[in-house]
């Protein structure tokens, strides 16, 4: 691990801090270097139709870095009741490639239905029913040929990428089975990051246990990870039990008030939070070997990620046509 850039956690000789942007760096180039290949700059639609100041930050964040690294981006500023219209509007729009939202809209069942009114040939967020229905399953293409890639939601995917990049996959294994032999702790079992965190990674070979605040499941493909895709089960363990067996936890509570018990990290294991709260103690650097305390910049280029593959998608179904 010592060719990871970071910073030395203070008073812990064996624990490095990795920041986002380090990982956010390697994938940089690569889509700058995509971007130049296309000979254009891709164009990203972003829709605000709240008043919250998180989202206009995101907004605002995400616009500052799609154009530093070479995208167009405009935000659409739109009354909540219109947004319908003019998401559709969008997905006609061939000078648009890829389109997002930022949520809450309505705070309801009625986001889930957005999302889904957002066309699957420009949805960075990978929100589309096709996408989160090949997640579960561990569908991995949109076609037999394999050459369409299916859209993953931007912060699974981030966290993935993050894991990936701390050497935490096992790139020994084949495709697939990389995390094959890791027991993984996740605090949060949200529709958007949580559970389709803990599906991505048990689809990798991992076993993963899913802490929410009344329940937990554990995500797995079975002894010897002999299932094509993983199964989901009721148990009644304790996070204390499972945590101090656990190479890698992640927590995403969004509450300044929740910590991580530091004491429940196994030793040297790995730790990232997802939440804009900070979920670990500053002593979690005592017993963690790596510990990454925050992903938004990996999520954002993620999503420009997403939007290049969208490109790209689209263009290996020219061909097949032609």
């Not at 010592?2 to 889509?31: F, H, K």
């Not at 219209?85 to 069942?109: H, K, T």
């Not at 329940?215 to 945590?243: C, M, N, P, W, Y």
């Not at 990454?292 to 939007?307: D, E, H, I």
């Amino acid at each position: 691990m010592s060719s990871i850039p970071g910073s030395d956690c203070a008073g812990a000789v064996a624990c490095r801090t990795i920041l986002a942007s380090s990982v956010a760096n390697v994938y940089t180039s690569e889509i700058k270097k995509s971007i130049e290949e296309l000979g254009r700059k891709p164009k990203l639609v972003g829709f605000l139709a709240n008043a919250d100041p998180a989202a206009r930050m995101y907004a605002e964040w995400t616009g500052k870095t799609c154009v530093e690294i070479g995208f167009m981006f405009e935000l659409r500023e739109v009354d909540k009741e219109e947004l319908e219209d003019y998401i559709v509007l969008a997905n006609e729009d061939d000078d648009v490639d890829g389109i997002m939202i930022y949520f809450p809209v309505f705070g309801n069942r009625q986001d889930q239905y957005l999302q889904q009114v957002v066309s699957k040939d420009k949805d960075v967020e990978g929100l589309s029913h096709i996408y989160i229905q090949n997640l579960y399953h561990n569908v991995r293409y949109l076609d037999d040929a394999k050459t369409q890639k299916s859209i993953l939601p931007c912060t699974p995917l981030a966290l993935v990428k993050i894991l990936e990049y701390l050497g935490v996959y096992n790139m020994i294994l084949p495709y697939g089975n990389r995390l094959y032999g890791k027991t993984i702790t996740i605090v949060n079992r949200s529709e958007i990051v949580g559970r389709p965190l803990a599906a991505l990674l048990a689809n990798d070979g991992a076993v993963v246990y899913s802490f929410d605040i009344d329940s937990v499941q554990k995500f797995t493909r079975g002894e010897g990870i002999r299932l094509r895709s993983h199964r989901v089960s009721d148990v009644e363990v304790k996070l204390e039990d499972i945590a101090v067996m656990s190479d890698v936890i992640i927590t995403g509570v969004p509450s300044e008030n929740y910590k991580f018990e530091t004491n429940y990290i196994k030793d040297g294991a790995v730790c990232v939070n997802f939440s804009t709260a900070k979920n670990f103690s500053p002593d979690v650097k005592t017993k963690s070997s790596l510990y990454v305390p925050s992903v938004g910049k990996v999520t954002v280029t993620m999503l420009m990620r997403n939007l290049l593959r969208l490109i790209t998608n689209k263009s290996s179904r020219k061909f097949e046509l032609n």
